[in-house]
């Protein structure tokens, strides 16, 4: 772990270039840190300035010339141009070469600023927009450009993440808070962040400044789905929490619900957006390139035919000159204007685009390859939230033995319903019938989730409004939020069935079961989803009981080799995903006192761990996978587009 102190140390000196004002030849490499919130930060580190412009005003002629003459019809017509500056190549009038070169040229350089400018402009839109920042002396109003490593900022709902930030507080109670990142990894689905345990207890936000708050981070890095960090605070007691992706809210990220109290960690070109961002590049398309092609296949022929000329002339020693006169009298086989109306026709071409009212809201960015559009023959396009509605629909659950679908879940009702009035107990010795089953893969499913309901002011202590991500009313007034889809249709399900999930925080989930009686659960540990494990799994334990219980659900392609031997698994399996359902495997596992109590220990020496921590938590956690009990496998239909 290093200190502020000790990073300015580590880095290199640089080359006297820096007397001169100019930027150091050397680039500066990113390192770890520790910063201490809400106080000025003796390292410098990167200004929180969006700059996607490709020119300034020193760079953009010669860039934009570059550009241009790496294109051979460019340099053919300016090469032409330059003999004619020798009167003993002439052949026609000085402008008449350059003329249209220069306005070729000239319609660039406009095509180019312009493009540039509108950069500018977005960019000077993000950069000025205003948040609230946290201080010693109360609340301030800074623009985004003027955010530094340290600070304490607000982000409200629906406003867009300014830089990479640790979540300390949020507006709900449970300490969650949604996100929309479709601007940062193209995912329509809303990810759940967690507030710092630590900070969301506090009794207001002016005590996250009176605690000593300081947090170390991992150099910035690419990766947007990792994070390795640790927080720390003095008062009341010295304590340090682990930090991981949960805990970010990385720039360009949208808050979906509540207000977020973040400290910033990385600004500017160290955020993990701006290091996932290339450059603008130069784009050149396909008409183009042909263009380009098919005038050096001219450019040959012409070449030919003054080789032809000259040697019918007769050779002599300034056949050259008449060699080059001869190409210049050929220049009108390729002509200049085709390469004036193509870039006047895609200027055209852009400004009908932004102005088609049939789509509406079309922003064109780049008005070098509009005509590209016209070149799409095939669109391949994932399936979720593309092709479908993102909506899923609960509609199959099969247990091994027998299979329930949508005209049969009356059934798994009156199951559910039969085994709750009987007061059955869990355990290894009770008889497992099909009601005792169903109950058991029920449950599962309403516990194994990270939905949070609203709406029943009889059990939840939120009466409040609760922005949902996704937000779905039924007839007794429930919603529910969660990150997926999924998680919500499989929810949904069990209330159908009468197993309703009605109060759950950070520390609780409470369920009312078909008699009307409330089962609650302490909820130990969590192990979100991800794209890498394909899984996700939490231990709670039954109050009532004190049974400790986990529960996993996951893809059939790693949950088959997690779940005790089975012989119809991967068959239902394919049988589902033929009828176009997603599939869901669900397990579970009891443990004991002292199983759960050596797993926690191991798992948050992990957890603390600062050097390859992932790994350490994946193998500790890969202690307690196996010889699961294999509870069901669900069908989810998701809704396709109309027409598709």
Same mark, same amino acid.
């Given at each position: 772990?290093?200190?502020?102190?000790?990073?300015?140390?580590?880095?290199?000196?640089?080359?006297?270039?820096?007397?001169?004002?100019?930027?150091?030849?050397?680039?500066?490499?990113?390192?770890?840190?520790?910063?201490?919130?809400?106080?000025?930060?003796?390292?410098?580190?990167?200004?929180?300035?969006?700059?996607?412009?490709?020119?300034?005003?020193?760079?953009?002629?010669?860039?934009?010339?570059?550009?241009?003459?790496?294109?051979?019809?460019?340099?053919?017509?300016?090469?032409?141009?330059?003999?004619?500056?020798?009167?003993?190549?002439?052949?026609?009038?000085?402008?008449?070469?350059?003329?249209?070169?220069?306005?070729?040229?000239?319609?660039?350089?406009?095509?180019?600023?312009?493009?540039?400018?509108?950069?500018?402009?977005?960019?000077?839109?993000?950069?000025?927009?205003?948040?609230?920042?946290?201080?010693?002396?109360?609340?301030?109003?800074?623009?985004?450009?003027?955010?530094?490593?340290?600070?304490?900022?607000?982000?409200?709902?629906?406003?867009?993440?300014? !830089?990479?930030? *640790? =979540?300390?507080?949020? @507006?709900?109670?449970?300490?969650?808070? +949604? $996100? /929309?990142?479709?601007? %940062?990894?193209?995912?329509?689905?809303?990810?759940?962040?967690?507030?710092?345990?630590?900070?969301?207890?506090?009794?207001?936000?002016?005590?996250?400044?009176?605690?000593?708050?300081?947090?170390?981070?991992?150099?910035?890095?690419?990766?947007?789905?990792?994070?390795?960090?640790?927080?720390?605070?003095?008062?009341?007691?010295?304590?340090?929490?682990?930090?991981?992706?949960?805990?970010?809210?990385?720039?360009?990220?949208?808050?979906?619900?509540?207000?977020?109290?973040?400290?910033?960690?990385?600004?500017?070109?160290?955020?993990?957006?701006?290091?996932?961002?290339?450059?603008?590049?130069?784009?050149?398309?396909?008409?183009?390139?042909?263009?380009?092609?098919?005038?050096?296949?001219?450019?040959?022929?012409?070449?030919?035919?003054?080789? !032809?000329?000259? *040697? =019918?002339?007769?050779? @002599?020693?300034?056949?050259?000159?008449? +060699? $080059? /006169?001869?190409?210049? %009298?050929?220049?009108?086989?390729?002509?200049?204007?085709?390469?004036?109306?193509?870039?006047?026709?895609?200027?055209?071409?852009?400004?009908?685009?932004?102005?088609?009212?049939?789509?509406?809201?079309?922003?064109?960015?780049?008005?070098?390859?509009?005509?590209?559009?016209?070149?799409?023959?095939?669109?391949?396009?994932?399936?979720?939230?593309?092709?479908?509605?993102?909506?899923?629909?609960?509609?199959?659950?099969?247990?091994?033995?027998?299979?329930?679908?949508?005209?049969?879940?009356?059934?798994?009702?009156?199951?559910?319903?039969?085994?709750?009035?009987?007061?059955?107990?869990?355990?290894?010795?009770?008889?497992?019938?099909?009601?005792?089953?169903?109950?058991?893969?029920?449950?599962?499913?309403?516990?194994?989730?990270?939905?949070?309901?609203?709406?029943?002011?009889?059990?939840?202590?939120?009466?409040?409004?609760?922005?949902?991500?996704?937000?779905?009313?039924?007839?007794?007034?429930?919603?529910?939020?969660?990150?997926?889809?999924?998680?919500?249709?499989?929810?949904?399900?069990?209330?159908?069935?009468?197993?309703?999930?009605?109060?759950?925080?950070?520390?609780?989930?409470?369920?009312?079961?078909?008699?009307?009686?409330?089962?609650?659960?302490?909820?130990?540990?969590?192990?979100?989803?991800?794209?890498?494990?394909?899984?996700?799994?939490?231990?709670?334990?039954?109050?009532?009981?004190?049974?400790?219980?986990?529960?996993?659900?996951?893809?059939?392609?790693?949950?088959?080799?997690?779940?005790?031997?089975?012989?119809?698994?991967?068959?239902?399996?394919?049988?589902?995903?033929?009828?176009?359902?997603?599939?869901?495997?669900?397990?579970?596992?009891?443990?004991?006192?002292?199983?759960?109590?050596?797993?926690?220990?191991?798992?948050?020496?992990?957890?603390?761990?600062?050097?390859?921590?992932?790994?350490?938590?994946?193998?500790?956690?890969?202690?307690?996978?196996?010889?699961?009990?294999?509870?069901?496998?669900?069908?989810?239909?998701?809704?396709?587009?109309?027409?598709?």
């Amino acid at each position: 772990m290093s200190a502020e102190g000790d990073m300015e140390e580590k880095r290199p000196w640089r080359c006297g270039q820096c007397l001169s004002g100019m930027n150091c030849c050397k680039a500066t490499p990113y390192l770890e840190r520790k910063v201490f919130l809400g106080q000025p930060t003796p390292s410098k580190f990167a200004k929180n300035e969006v700059k996607n412009t490709k020119y300034n005003l020193i760079t953009f002629v010669p860039k934009v010339l570059f550009e241009q003459f790496k294109v051979f019809i460019n340099l053919y017509f300016l090469v032409l141009a330059i003999t004619q500056l020798i009167p003993s190549l002439r052949v026609t009038y000085v402008y008449t070469s350059w003329a249209p070169l220069g306005f070729v040229i000239f319609i660039t350089m406009c095509r180019e600023a312009y493009d540039d400018l509108k950069r500018r402009w977005r960019d000077n839109e993000v950069n000025s927009a205003v948040y609230t920042k946290l201080t010693p002396g109360g609340a301030v109003r800074i623009t985004a450009a003027k955010i530094k490593v340290g600070d304490l900022i607000y982000v409200e709902k629906d406003e867009r993440v300014p !830089a990479d930030l *640790i =979540l300390l507080r949020t @507006t709900e109670k449970a300490g969650s808070c +949604f $996100i /929309r990142t479709d601007q %940062l990894d193209g995912e329509t689905d809303w990810k759940l962040r967690l507030a710092v345990s630590t900070t969301q207890k506090l009794a207001s936000d002016n005590e996250v400044l009176r605690c000593g708050p300081s947090v170390y981070a991992e150099k910035p890095q690419k990766d947007i789905h990792s994070f390795i960090g640790n927080f720390y605070s003095a008062l009341p007691a010295a304590t340090e929490e682990p930090l991981n992706i949960e805990n970010t809210l990385w720039a360009n990220t949208v808050v979906a619900n509540g207000t977020a109290l973040g400290a910033v960690i990385y600004t500017g070109r160290e955020t993990r957006s701006s290091m996932n961002t290339n450059d603008a590049p130069s784009k050149i398309g396909h008409t183009d390139a042909e263009i380009n092609n098919l005038t050096k296949l001219l450019f040959l022929l012409t070449v030919a035919l003054s080789t !032809a000329l000259v *040697i =019918l002339k007769g050779v @002599t020693s300034q056949w050259y000159k008449y +060699f $080059i /006169r001869f190409i210049v %009298l050929f220049s009108y086989i390729i002509p200049i204007n085709l390469r004036v109306n193509l870039d006047l026709s895609k200027i055209w071409y852009s400004i009908c685009i932004h102005k088609d009212d049939e789509i509406a809201g079309t922003v064109v960015r780049n008005t070098t390859i509009p005509e590209e559009l016209g070149r799409i023959s095939y669109l391949l396009s994932d399936k979720t939230g593309t092709l479908t509605q993102n909506e899923m629909v609960f509609k199959k659950l099969h247990l091994g033995t027998v299979s329930f679908g949508t005209e049969s879940f009356s059934e798994v009702r009156d199951n559910l319903a039969s085994e709750y009035s009987n007061g059955t107990k869990t355990g290894s010795k009770v008889r497992k019938t099909l009601a005792y089953r169903v109950k058991e893969s029920v449950r599962a499913l309403a516990i194994c989730h990270n939905v949070t309901p609203s709406g029943s002011d009889d059990v939840s202590e939120d009466g409040g409004e609760i922005n949902a991500a996704y937000s779905h009313s039924i007839a007794e007034k429930m919603q529910y939020q969660a990150a997926s889809p999924d998680e919500v249709a499989l929810v949904e399900w069990t209330e159908e069935v009468n197993l309703t999930l009605v109060y759950r925080d950070r520390q609780i989930m409470r369920l009312r079961t078909p008699a009307g009686d409330i089962e609650e659960f302490e909820i130990l540990l969590i192990f979100p989803f991800t794209s890498e494990s394909k899984r996700m799994g939490i231990i709670v334990r039954d109050t009532a009981t004190k049974e400790i219980t986990f529960v996993m659900k996951g893809a059939d392609v790693v949950m088959a080799n997690i779940v005790q031997y089975n012989d119809w698994l991967e068959e239902e399996c394919d049988n589902m995903a033929r009828e176009g359902l997603r599939t869901l495997v669900v397990a579970k596992k009891p443990l004991s006192q002292e199983q759960y109590e050596d797993f926690e220990r191991r798992y948050n020496e992990a957890k603390l761990s600062i050097n390859d921590r992932a790994r350490q938590m994946r193998q500790v956690q890969l202690t307690l996978e196996g010889d699961m009990q294999l509870l069901c496998v669900t069908g989810v239909e998701d809704k396709l587009q109309p027409d598709v």
